[in-house]
């Protein structure tokens, strides 16, 4: 079992935990994921490591509320416990030898986003981080971006937070203002991803993106987050989660995300009813 030492609402839908787990925060690079059990008869399900403390021996990890495992960890309290979390699994996102990079991030994939942006800086690259939200008061992670990046641009949809526009909007705008970047890595949306790639590949800058959101159980055996890469089928979770943007098939791995959707919804709905009888019956 895993001690939860820290417990944060991040915004109204997305929480954050940081769990006591000394061997994987030993091994932890960003970019990677671990598996988590909320209890002993839960659905395991891959989440991205957001950042890890090697001295203290926690992870900590950061999610949306979308379904129903997601909501009992949300249920989990400060001082509680995981059943299990195994990792790290994944392949670490390439860093070496990167001196100026552009890292995107959309929507909750900013928690996939910040480690990465986080070790580029520490490692000396002059780094650009974009995020984007809809609006202000879905915002995470904002002071951990600033406090990590050469230059952080803030874009919302409805202009509440920072510039009102896209991700692509600011990229673009730091292209074409002669920025020069080795890389640069991208990771939302699956929507949001794609059309970055498609600016990016018309300036021939290096992209790689996080399939991390299609991806299920985090062993390669449900066959949920096969994806088309180059004309070749990959599995986000084994052979990822980061890929070449320019090679991704974005409109299928999106078709087939979609398939999803209704089942998780009934399964929430059913987790939300049994939470509230229980608070029910403990009143």
């Known amino acids: 079992m895993n001690k939860i030492v820290v417990r944060?609402?991040?915004?109204?839908?997305v929480t954050l935990l940081t769990v006591e787990a000394p061997l994987i925060a030993r091994k932890a690079e960003p970019g990677q994921f671990v598996i988590v059990r909320p209890d002993a008869e839960g659905e395991r399900i891959p989440l991205t490591i957001a950042d890890f403390d090697r001295g203290a021996g926690t992870v900590t990890i950061i999610f949306q509320i979308v379904g129903a495992t997601t909501e009992k960890l949300n249920h989990l309290p400060e001082g509680?416990?995981?059943?299990?979390?195994?990792?790290?699994?994944?392949?670490?996102?390439?860093?070496?030898?990167?001196?100026?990079?552009?890292?995107?991030?959309?929507g909750v994939g900013c928690a996939i986003a910040y480690p990465v942006?986080?070790?580029l800086f520490e490692q000396?690259?002059?780094?650009?981080?974009?995020?984007?939200?809809?609006?202000?008061?879905?915002?995470?992670?904002?002071?951990?971006?600033?406090?990590?990046?050469?230059?952080?641009?803030?874009?919302s949809d409805d202009g509440s937070w920072g510039e009102k526009g896209l991700v692509t909007d600011a990229l673009k705008a730091l292209i074409e203002a002669g920025n020069r970047y080795d890389e640069v890595i991208t990771i939302g949306p699956l929507i949001m991803m794609k059309f970055v790639c498609a600016l990016t590949k018309q300036y021939g800058i290096k992209t790689v993106a996080s399939m991390n959101p299609i991806m299920i159980?985090?062993?390669?055996?449900?066959?949920?987050?096969?994806?088309t890469v180059?004309?070749?089928?990959?599995?986000?979770?084994?052979?990822?989660?980061?890929?070449?943007?320019?090679?991704?098939?974005?409109?299928e791995a999106m078709s087939r995300g979609r398939m999803y959707q209704d089942f998780e919804r009934r399964a929430y709905d059913a987790a939300c009813r049994l939470f509230r009888a229980a608070e029910g019956r403990a009143q």
């Open 217 to 227: 159980d985090g062993t390669g055996m449900c066959g949920g987050c096969r994806l």
């Open 8 to 13: 944060k609402a991040l915004n109204p839908t």
């Open 230 to 251: 180059g004309g070749e089928t990959k599995f986000a979770c084994v052979d990822g989660p980061e890929f070449d943007g320019h090679l991704i098939d974005f409109d």
């Open 124 to 155: 000396g690259a002059e780094v650009h981080a974009v995020a984007g939200f809809r609006t202000k008061d879905l915002v995470i992670l904002e002071e951990d971006f600033a406090a990590h990046s050469t230059l952080f641009k803030r874009m």
């Open 117 to 119: 942006t986080k070790k």
């Open 80 to 106: 509680g416990y995981l059943a299990d979390m195994a990792g790290p699994l994944g392949r670490a996102t390439h860093t070496e030898g990167l001196k100026k990079v552009a890292v995107v991030g959309g």
